[in-house]
């Protein structure tokens, strides 16, 4: 049997209140809709060696993020360079049906533990000097996961930089319903809070600690008439003169 709500029924043929309905009512969907993406996707393994995870150079210190999947055997979607970068080859030849490319958040996300956490967090190529890392990036968290990396041989448009997954995530299918759809996790088998917990314990010490305890200086010495000097360290011992009329 339906529910109603006579509350809701009530504010509804208020023509001030509407508003206020359609708001409650969109937020209810938007604090919903995380919890249906986690029950109603599923994820399959692929073959790690058919897929490259690419760093392009888009100017200045920024990069963009994409995923290339060999389809079929040949021609070759890409091809590593002797200098280490990376040809995306695919350019050269109408590669439907033979290579895939996933570009942006329509064509990847995060998966934990079984779970979509796109809704809480973002893939972001960050470069330190010549290293380049994919960082997980949740905003309402303080310690970035760290997906892949790479030693940057050289910064060049025309070629891309290959990220190598760290030690756990994989590469895997998007499912639903039994088909499989043009989308790839970055994939981890260990819960969002565990992965957290081990960047933090991976991270080195603050600055705060790094910089040491703060040290009150020792007070300046003191001299005194037969030139010698007393340092501020202890009780101080006075000299006596005697009064002489």
Known sequence: MSRTYPELLMAWRKPGNRLLVLGLGFFTLLTTLPAI??????????????LVVLAQA???NRWKLLVLEQIKPLPLCWETRPDGLVNPTL????????CNRYLDSNGYSLRSSGEDVAHSFRLRIKQSRDHLELKALDPARS???TVASAILPQRNRDAFVKLNLEPGWKLERRIYQGRKLSHVYFAHP????????????????????????????????????NNSVIYGKGPIRLVVIPYRP
């Open 37 to 50: 993406s986690k029950t109603i996707f599923n994820s399959q393994p692929l073959n790690q060696e058919r």
């Open 58 to 60: 888009v100017g200045g």
């Open 91 to 98: 350019n050269n030849f109408n590669f439907a049906g033979i």
């Open 143 to 145: 310690v970035p996961i």
């Open 190 to 225: 260990d819960p969002v809070n565990l992965l957290i917990a081990k960047a933090s314990a991976h991270q080195g010490p603050s600055v705060f600690n790094q910089l040491g305890a703060s040290k009150a200086p020792l007070p300046p010495p003191i001299s005194i008439a």
